[in-house]
């Protein structure tokens, strides 16, 4: 094996890519498969450079009097705002390394041309987001001269998908300068932008949910645990200090008629989904700058469902027999995600590597879990986006209303409890929300960054409707009185919730939108070196997934009418926080990645990431 020449942690220069300029880096770590260092620069950012990009220190003459240039970021006079904001541009007054004197020329001729690069951004939403929003004296911009502010110029593929490119603007005529100068910049944003595009797979420190073993643990502990909550919760008395039933039998829960229903629904809204009714959006670019195109007609599966259900109740269908074999509904439907999982771990290895999930790893297992390929599409149906909101979202209602209907008949009622039908509004509500603002999902964390794999398909198609119903489930065979003043409370709980998250979202899709959107005008923001700015005020200086706060105020809300008799109808606030605040440290790391010193302002500006003055 080739031996390395620098060692992790030293402090060395590395060359910032498609120029000659050396900037003081440390080394991170050495892959001896790819031979590239993984380095830092004082901004922040991370790349990763050839053994022959990187030089000692010693290496380096240094030039007395000179102010020095330490990362890839420029510091800028009064001049300097028309100025280049490439990272291969020196700052003026910026001293030169030994190893950059060939350069003389070209930088001496800087000093007497003035060239402005501005940004091209790929829009998300087609609309532009390179303008600066807010008043100035309410704002700050990282761009400005500043003591410790840097420009970060994000190469990782997280933040690909708002690529910047430069495009050169000579004011003054000097052809031959300038004609040196834009050669140097076209190779500068070719190299970036080839640079930006590539997929490199993540390496193994970088691996989330516990790396591989983490993931096996998930796949097949998840399964076995959501059999055991319903088996616990059908039983008497529901206590966890009980000891657990036993797990049947996998052919004795298996059902071919079952599993027959189980398709035949998702037949229902595959075709639903086709129908060729509801706006056509794009969403946000990907790697190589394409955009896909989405069909917002979930609303209107929801509604032709409602029809197909209240039809189909008149005509005296038995929605007994959902409830009466309800694990075997779940194990249809595990073994329908698991069926489908293979299919697109065996699609994606045919996948171009630009169509690849950026959370892949070249690892089959953890590959299988988190998903290889991003978008996979069977002509223009995306099973993923399709998983997400239909069959398991609108599923979810349906089971709901199964509860409410094995209530009454199980308990003898004439009406459901007021308990149920809370539950059922609750949750109701949440599902419509989710459906009425279907284009906010494709600014998610799943649609953009995770692939399609075991984890979304089993989250979508098994752990959505089986557990997300849980409350309604539990109050089939453990009923709770609840007076209307607690019912009250619990509504204005709910409702507050809703309006954080809706609030929160809404805030954050119209800003993506149309960052000048004459709404949002009054809300301060960060502006960051990727073009994009970051709000940080409004719900999002609240703190900084003010989104979460409000699903999880809503989720205590869908628990609180099972009373306080067992915990297990809490299962699902205690297992969404998790998830929250797991999802949230991804969020944040990758926000960190993306955004860098900006991130970091942020995070300073809105200090507590859910809960205000706890976490
Ligand atoms: N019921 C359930 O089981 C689940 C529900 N959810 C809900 O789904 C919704 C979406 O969640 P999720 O995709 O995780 O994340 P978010 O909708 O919170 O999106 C996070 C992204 O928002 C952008 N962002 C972050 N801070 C700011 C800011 N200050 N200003 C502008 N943009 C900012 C960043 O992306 P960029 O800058 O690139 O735009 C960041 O990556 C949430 O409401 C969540 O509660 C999520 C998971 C499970
Ligand atoms: C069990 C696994 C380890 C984790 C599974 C997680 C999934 C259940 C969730 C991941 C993100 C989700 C979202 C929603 C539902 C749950 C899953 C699939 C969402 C569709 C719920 C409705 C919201 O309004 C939303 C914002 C559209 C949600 C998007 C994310």
Redesign the pocket.
């Known amino acids: 094996m080739p031996s390395r020449k620098f060692a992790d942690g030293e402090v060395v220069r590395g060359r910032w890519p498609g120029s000659s300029l050396y900037y003081e880096v440390e080394i991170l770590s050495h892959d001896s498969t790819s031979q590239l260092y993984t380095v830092k620069y004082k901004d922040g950012t991370e790349l990763e450079l050839k053994e022959n990009d990187i030089k000692p220190l010693t290496s380096f003459r240094q030039r007395k009097g000179g102010s020095t240039s330490s990362s890839p970021s420029r510091r800028r006079g009064s001049r300097s705002r028309s100025r280049s904001r490439s990272p291969g541009r020196p700052p003026k007054n910026a001293r030169r390394s030994a190893s950059a004197s060939h350069q003389a020329n070209i930088k001496e001729a800087r000093r007497e041309v003035e060239v402005k690069l501005t940004p091209l951004i790929l829009k998300p939403f087609g609309n532009s987001i390179s303008r600066y929003n807010g008043e100035p004296e309410h704002t700050e911009r990282n761009d400005v001269p500043h003591k410790n502010t840097q420009e970060k110029f994000n190469l990782s593929q997280e933040s690909s998908y708002i690529s910047t490119q430069y495009s050169l603007r000579p004011r003054r005529e000097e052809v031959k300068l300038k004609e040196i100068d834009s050669k140097e910049e076209k190779f500068i944003a070719k190299e970036l932008a080839v640079r930006t595009f590539e997929v490199t797979p993540i390496r193994a420190k970088d691996l989330e949910f516990g790396g591989v073993p983490g993931v096996f643990l998930?796949m097949f502990g998840?399964p076995v645990f959501l059999f055991l909550l319903l088996l616990i919760c059908k039983q008497k008395d529901p206590s966890l200090l009980n000891f657990p039933p036993p797990l049947p039998a996998l052919y004795e829960l298996w059902e071919t008629r079952v599993f027959g229903v189980y398709l035949l629904w998702f037949l229902i809204q595959v075709l639903f989904y086709l129908l060729p009714i509801g706006k056509v959006v794009e969403g946000t670019p990907l790697i190589d700058g394409r955009r896909l195109k989405y069909r917002l007609n979930g609303f209107y599966a929801f509604i032709l469902t409602s029809a197909v259900i209240g039809a189909s109740l008149f005509q005296g269908v038995e929605f007994h027999y959902v409830y009466s074999h309800f694990l075997q509904f779940a194990l249809g439907a595990t073994v329908f995600c698991v069926v489908l999982s293979v299919y697109l771990y065996m699609r994606s290895l045919k996948a171009p590597r630009n169509d690849l999930s950026p959370a892949s790893s070249g690892n089959a297992v953890y590959d299988f879990f988190i998903g290889r390929e991003l978008n996979p599409r069977i002509g223009t149906f995306d099973l993923k986006y399709f998983c997400?909101?239909r069959p398991?979202?609108i599923g979810w209602v349906v089971i709901n209303l199964v509860m409410l209907l094995a209530e009454m008949k199980i308990q003898d009622r004439a009406v459901p409890s007021l308990a149920m039908i809370l539950v059922n509004s609750f949750q109701l509500l949440?599902?419509v929300?989710?459906l009425w603002?279907e284009e906010?999902?494709l600014t998610?964390m799943?649609i953009i960054h995770d692939g399609f794999g075991f984890?979304?398909a089993?989250?979508?198609l098994v752990?959505?409707p089986f557990i997300y119903s849980f409350q309604a489930f539990y109050l089939v065979s453990h009923p709770n009185e609840v007076s209307w003043p607690m019912a009250s409370l619990i509504i204005v709980l709910k409702l507050c919730g809703y309006v954080i998250f809706r609030g929160a979202?809404s805030q954050k899709n119209a800003f993506r939108k149309n960052p000048s959107d004459p709404k949002l005008a009054h809300l301060k923001t960060i502006h960051t070196s990727t073009g994009k700015n970051l709000l940080v005020s409004g719900w999002w200086g609240f703190v900084r997934h003010p989104n979460y706060l409000g699903d999880l105020i809503m989720a205590l809300a869908w628990s609180l009418p099972c009373g306080f008799n067992h915990i297990l109808p809490y299962f699902y606030v205690i297992y969404f926080t998790m998830?929250l605040v797991h999802r949230e440290a991804r969020d944040e790391y990758h926000c960190k990645k993306k955004y860098g010193v900006a991130w970091e302002k942020y995070c300073q500006r809105v200090p507590y990431r859910i809960f205000p003055y706890i976490y």
């Open positions: 998930i998840l997400e909101l398991g979202l949440y599902v929300d989710a603002n906010a999902l998610t799943d984890m979304l089993f989250g979508d752990w959505v979202n998830l």
